[in-house]
């Protein structure tokens, strides 16, 4: 919206398509792209979301939980973010990680980074463009994972994609 209505500063007037049409989509995302010429160029990148389905896994307290999401979609990824909503009685006893189709594993969370007041991640966004260190993380928010997400980019999305959460310590619980 906000790309929209500048746009229009840059006296752009409404298109049949793109960022400046009347109705915007919430699963595409269109860029005023400038491109040396008179006229701006509008791009625009479609953003796929996958989740897990099914109801939430007890994390085992001295092991390993998994969760895994089959994706079709053969798509070659541009840029990935995570979105994690775990429960702990403590966060900091947990290593988080995600193995990519091709097996490539990314470490989202280090246990024992910082953590130990927190009781949960609640919609916490792994972005490898965010400004924060996951090791700051405060129950929800963006930050960058421990791992490199970036690392990811130009590979294809299809295939089984697990989320590998690692308890270290005993006797705490989550979900």
Do not use: C
């Amino acid at each position: 919206v906000l790309m929209h209505e500048l746009g229009h500063v840059i006296d752009m007037e409404h298109m049949s398509e793109g960022v400046m049409h009347n109705v915007l989509s919430t699963s595409t995302r269109h860029l005023i792209v400038d491109n040396g010429e008179a006229e701006p160029v509008v791009e625009t990148v479609q953003t796929n979301i996958y989740s897990s389905s099914g109801s939430a896994l007890a994390i085992s307290h001295t092991g390993v939980t998994e969760s895994t999401i089959e994706i079709t979609d053969e798509v070659t990824i541009d840029d990935i973010n995570i979105q994690l909503d775990i429960t702990h009685d403590r966060v900091s006893d947990l290593k988080v990680e995600l193995v990519a189709a091709d097996g490539t594993v990314i470490e989202l969370i280090s246990h024992g980074s910082g953590m130990g007041s927190q009781y949960s991640f609640n919609g916490i966004v792994l972005d490898d463009d965010a400004s924060t260190s996951a090791s700051l993380a405060n129950g929800s928010g963006s930050y960058q994972s421990v791992g490199d997400l970036s690392t990811l980019e130009g590979m294809s999305l299809a295939g089984t994609w697990i989320l590998r959460v690692t308890d270290n310590r005993g006797g705490r619980n989550g979900t």
